[in-house]
């Protein structure tokens, strides 16, 4: 039985774009937007020289009876493209900016459980945590790398690269999810195998949350702004989560002797 629910999943996601706007936790928004801009400007360019490029050599691993496909087969193609490039920039943007992200999801938990905010020594915080913070990023790269090269793989299939499509859009929603609640996991010291447990054990809200983050992911601009957006919903993903597993186990009666 799959557990939890789709639409909590989703509500979290747009608490996100309310929190960011949230006194104390704007600055640490602007300066990774800021990077995001010079990051996203790459990758548009990168994406504008290379697309046809790529999407012809997918295309020439073709068999000549498939020829009557080519129409089919080169927006399925191009669609696999671009959702490739648009996770590469998600995950390009996290790794530089997770020293900012992962401060950015401590204030908005002691904002969300009604903790001060003291924002002092923000800058020490933040270089204290750079080598945690890209650790962390690499393990989820080690996490994603084998999985993507095996989509990659049926996505050169002819025929099954259809539903590589598909299965590629529910594996960046799932990624999505990690990448993002990995933040205040790690800020409250779990493992990144407890957080996998974590979220397995709620796999439908976090397939609601990462759908999503995922799709703005592939807005122009919007992208920018649903980075910080998706580390605050995660926020509240983990600590409303964590509050209704606390009133679970108060529910959860004694067996009588």
């Known amino acids: 039985m799959v557990s939890g629910n789709f639409f909590n999943g989703m509500s979290y996601f747009k608490q996100g774009f309310g929190l960011i706007r949230e006194p104390g936790l704007r600055l640490f928004v602007i300066l990774p937007l800021l990077l995001n801009i010079i990051i996203f400007a790459l990758f548009v360019y990168a994406i504008g020289s290379l697309y046809d490029e790529l999407v012809l050599w997918l295309m020439n691993l073709l068999p000549e009876w498939l020829s009557f496909l080519d129409w089919l087969l080169w927006a399925v193609y191009g669609a696999l493209v671009i959702v490739i490039f648009a996770y590469g920039f998600v995950v390009?943007?996290?790794?530089?900016?997770?020293?900012?992200?992962?401060?950015?999801?401590?204030?908005?938990?002691k904002r969300l459980t009604g903790q001060d905010l003291q924002t002092d020594d923000d800058w020490k915080e933040i270089l204290k945590t750079i080598p945690r913070s890209i650790s962390r990023e690499i393990y989820k790269l080690i996490?994603?790398?084998?999985?993507?090269?095996?989509?990659?793989?049926?996505?050169?299939?002819?025929?099954?690269?259809?539903?590589?499509?598909?299965?590629?859009?529910?594996?960046?929603?799932?990624?999505?999810?990690?990448?993002?609640?990995?933040?205040?996991?790690?800020?409250?010291?779990?493992?990144?195998?407890?957080?996998?447990?974590?979220?397995?054990?709620?796999?439908?809200?976090?397939?609601?949350?990462?759908?999503?983050?995922?799709?703005?992911?592939?807005?122009?601009?919007?992208?920018?702004?649903?980075?910080?957006?998706?580390?605050?919903?995660?926020?509240?993903?983990?600590?409303k989560e964590s509050a209704l597993d606390g009133v679970r186990m108060t529910n959860i009666r004694r067996p009588l002797r």
């Open 143 to 239: 996490y994603y790398i084998p999985r993507a090269l095996v989509l990659l793989f049926i996505g050169m299939i002819p025929v099954v690269n259809v539903i590589a499509v598909v299965l590629w859009f529910v594996f960046s929603a799932w990624m999505m999810a990690l990448q993002y609640v990995d933040y205040p996991s790690d800020n409250g010291k779990q493992s990144f195998t407890d957080l996998k447990r974590y979220l397995q054990a709620r796999r439908l809200t976090a397939l609601g949350f990462g759908i999503l983050a995922y799709i703005a992911s592939l807005v122009p601009l919007l992208n920018l702004v649903a980075i910080p957006a998706s580390v605050c919903g995660a926020t509240a993903f983990w600590v």
């Open 92 to 109: 390009v943007a996290n790794i530089i900016g997770s020293p900012f992200y992962g401060y950015l999801s401590e204030l908005t938990q």
